[in-house]
């Protein structure tokens, strides 16, 4: 298991709002868990509005893309920029921070180590 630090968010997101900051989006959105933490500190460090929903013109965040389940629906919409802090997948049409080994656990600062194991388990048992 790897857990990621708050000091490593803080990076994350500096690097996502370079690479944004002089394109002109509508707002953030952040998938609900893991994405909502990113999106809302995107939003204050751009000075954009935090989104309910996907929309054209959005940047759209997520935590990870894992089995890319989450992020293949809203890849169609439009004018909008996909980031994650990490990816299983080599990207592709979405951008990410860091890439790992597909096998790899992360435990985000925001998740509990203890309850990571049982949070693995869950995972692997739902796919």
Known sequence: ????????????????HNQCKNKKFE???GFP?????????????????LLEEPKNNSLIIDDIYDTGYTLEKI?????????????????TWWNSYRYIEDNEWIIFPWESVNAANKDRDLFYKSR
């Open 1 to 16: 298991m790897n857990k990621l630090s708050w000091t490593e968010f803080d990076e994350c997101i500096n690097s996502i």
């Open 27 to 29: 707002g953030v959105y």
């Open 33 to 49: 868990r893991g994405g909502l933490c990113l999106a809302v500190a995107l939003s204050h460090s751009l000075e954009l509005p």
């Open 75 to 91: 890849k169609h919409i439009k004018g909008s920029e996909t980031h994650v802090w990490v990816s299983k997948k080599k990207p």
